[in-house]
């Protein structure tokens, strides 16, 4: 089996670049602003949990698993709400 190495962050620009995929264009997709993008390319930002973790996987800047999009935040109905219904 081969070990899994991962990308410098000018290793991650150059790839994207031969991508065509911009710094805004990432950040578009993972929809956070694109200065968290430039803050995980330059390694200030740890990238531990969350969408910073998804993106520095997605780059190849750490070996791991990207996690599930959070979900959207729903307020649960209380029984008086569902009993108007």
């Not at 031969?18 to 200030?44: C, D, M, N, W, Y």
């Not at 750490?62 to 729903?74: D, E, N, T, W």
């Amino acid at each position: 089996m081969s070990k899994r190495t991962t990308r410098t962050p000018e290793q991650a620009i150059q790839w994207m670049d031969e991508q065509g995929l911009s710094k805004a264009e990432l950040a578009r997709r993972f929809h956070v602003t694109p200065s968290l993008v430039v803050s995980i390319l330059s390694g200030e930002k740890a990238c531990k949990r969350g969408a910073s973790h998804n993106i520095a996987v997605f780059l190849g800047l750490k070996i791991g698993q990207a996690v599930a999009a959070k979900q959207p935040y729903r307020r649960k109905m209380t029984e008086s709400a569902g009993a108007a219904a």
